[in-house]
């Protein structure tokens, strides 16, 4: 699959902005997504943009897509201990996803 | 909501044996993936599967198999296991087409002994 790079720890500290930082190299996916991994659990959806846009909101997260430079962030405001998890970004290539290694974020009182 | 089922969280294999690992899905989602999962390499596809008895491999499927026999079950084959596929295995739905996202079950965390 084509690649898709992501810084592997964040610390932030309870109720600060937490950003999340991906780059991709297929500039003909579709869709990115953002999905979270609590531990023990599967991936679970958090939110996801389509190609044609720069940004999305939904509650406490943003999503911002630069599509000429291939990045997308998440962007988690007021982080709470709740927040601490692995974070993936994942491009979308027909029915294909092709993930990054996974963010994990922890949030320190 | 989407539900997607594994139906072990824990497995406990000895090398060589042929281990199946089962998903179930309840949504009549066309297409379904098995991944592994390790760290610092993120989820990597082995196999999908976008209709029932089609598949396809993914980017690592050697040491693997898969079946579709029903549309709502996809099962991962390791045919002679060995100890690294000791993994997380998660599998995941999602309809063919349009905006829906892959829907994941809580994964198979499998141990090669």
């Known amino acids: 699959g084509e690649d898709v790079e992501q810084s592997l720890f964040l610390s932030v500290r309870e109720g600060d902005s937490s950003v999340i930082n991906c780059t991709y190299t297929?500039?003909?996916?579709?869709?990115l997504y953002w999905y979270k991994q609590e531990p023990g659990a599967g991936l679970q959806l958090l939110t996801y943009i389509f190609s044609n846009m720069d940004m999305k909101q939904d509650q406490r997260l943003t999503v911002l897509l630069n599509k000429k430079d291939k990045h997308l962030s998440l962007r988690i405001a007021d982080t709470q201990t709740g927040d601490s998890a692995i974070y993936f970004c994942?491009?979308?290539?027909?029915?294909?996803?092709?993930f990054g290694a996974g963010t994990t974020v922890t949030v320190r009182a | 909501d989407v539900k997607v089922t594994q139906s072990s969280r824990y497995l406990v294999k000895r090398t060589g044996e042929k281990v199946f690992l089962e998903c179930v899905q309840d949504?009549?989602?066309?297409?379904m993936f098995w991944y592994r999962q390790d760290p610092g390499l993120g989820l990597r596809l082995i196999y999908f599967?976008?209709?029932?008895?089609?598949?396809e491999k993914g980017d690592i499927p050697e040491g693997y198999s898969v079946s579709r026999e029903k549309k709502e079950r996809f099962s991962l084959i390791l045919e002679s296991a060995s100890t690294n596929q000791t993994s997380m295995y998660l599998c995941?739905?999602?309809?063919?087409?349009?905006?829906?996202?892959?829907?994941f079950g809580d994964g198979t965390r499998l141990s090669i002994l």
């Open positions: 297929d500039s003909s996916s579709t869709y």
């Open positions: 949504m009549d989602h066309e297409n």
């Open positions: 599967s976008y209709d029932v008895k089609m598949k």
């Open positions: 995941a739905s999602s309809l063919k087409q349009g905006t829906q996202p892959q829907h």
């Open positions: 994942a491009e979308r290539d027909d029915y294909k996803l092709s």
